[in-house]
């Protein structure tokens, strides 16, 4: 080997340890998803006030932010595409906004959740993708379909619970169910709630599922209820404080999950 050869080869390595380090030293890069912009305006002033979004040259963000639009449709094109044509690298995902709690006889653990309770999703599930009846909802053939129940990374989700607890914010866990259509009796709610153990409703949330695990990505869900799913009366929702709420968790998530990896 040539005295030349020797100081390239040198020279490539100290470039690829640097690399490496420059890489090990960045933070846990969040993306965090709402559907709206009454949604996502509330984080986006807590995060700016704490730092976490900054205009200041040299100044590195802790999450960058996306508002995909309104149901599942939306949510899996837009971030499918932001993911795809993103140049910083996205370690994790949260989705957060409002849900409509279920009013279930056969509750899930923990009893029915009441507005304003903030909600940790375990798994998501496609509410009304199948085979509609008056009364009922029917899988598709599986041979026709893939599956339509998702998974949240569980790691991340303890991770969140305990971020949780130990600044005293209180929150349910269960199961989310994703609609197209936004169910406006009681009787519907209660369908739902039955058949997939469920907590709360939302509209994009199993697509946002879907999107991460092509991804490989762990997603982390978190909603704040704004209304329950009874016969539909908007004079009880409570959409701007359960934005607020919402908000406030995934500020808080964001920050704490930061700066414990």
């Known amino acids: 080997m040539t005295f030349d050869l020797a100081i390239k ?3 490539m390595l100290i470039f690829r340890l640097k690399s490496l380090a420059f890489i090990l030293e960045l933070p846990t890069m969040i993306l965090a998803v709402a559907a709206t912009e009454f949604e996502m305006n509330p984080f986006l002033h807590l995060l700016a006030e704490e730092g976490g979004i900054s205009s200041q040259e040299g100044v590195k963000p802790s999450c960058l932010t996306l508002i995909t ?6 949510m899996t094109l837009r971030l499918t595409r932001y993911l795809e044509r993103c140049d910083p690298r996205i370690d994790k995902v949260l989705n957060f906004g409002v849900a409509g ?3 279930s006889e056969s509750s899930p653990k923990g009893g029915n959740a009441s507005i304003l309770d903030l909600c940790l999703a375990e798994q998501e599930s ?3 993708f199948g085979i509609c009846f008056a009364d009922c909802i029917e899988e598709l053939d599986q041979k026709l379909c893939a599956s339509t129940v998702f998974p949240l990374d569980q790691s991340l989700l303890h991770q969140a619970g305990e971020i949780l607890a130990y600044h005293q914010v209180p929150y349910r ?8 259509a936004v169910s406006a009796t009681r009787q519907r709610g209660a369908m739902l709630a039955a058949r997939f153990q469920g907590l709360c409703e939302n509209m994009e949330g199993a697509a946002a599922a879907r999107v991460c695990a092509e991804f490989s990505l762990p997603l982390l869900e978190v909603r704040a209820v704004s209304n329950l799913v009874e016969d539909r009366d908007l004079g009880r929702w409570k959409m701007a404080e359960a934005c607020s709420t ?8 964001v920050r704490e999950i930061g700066e414990r990896e």
Do not use: H, I, K, Q
Request: some cysteine.
């Open 173 to 180: 866990c269960g199961n989310f169910v994703t609609v197209s």
């Open 69 to 74: 639009g309104v149901g599942p449709v939306e």
């Open 101 to 103: 709690a279920y009013l």
């Open 126 to 128: 496609l509410g009304d």
């Open 246 to 253: 919402a908000a406030g968790a995934a500020a808080l998530l």
């Open 9 to 11: 080869r040198w020279m």
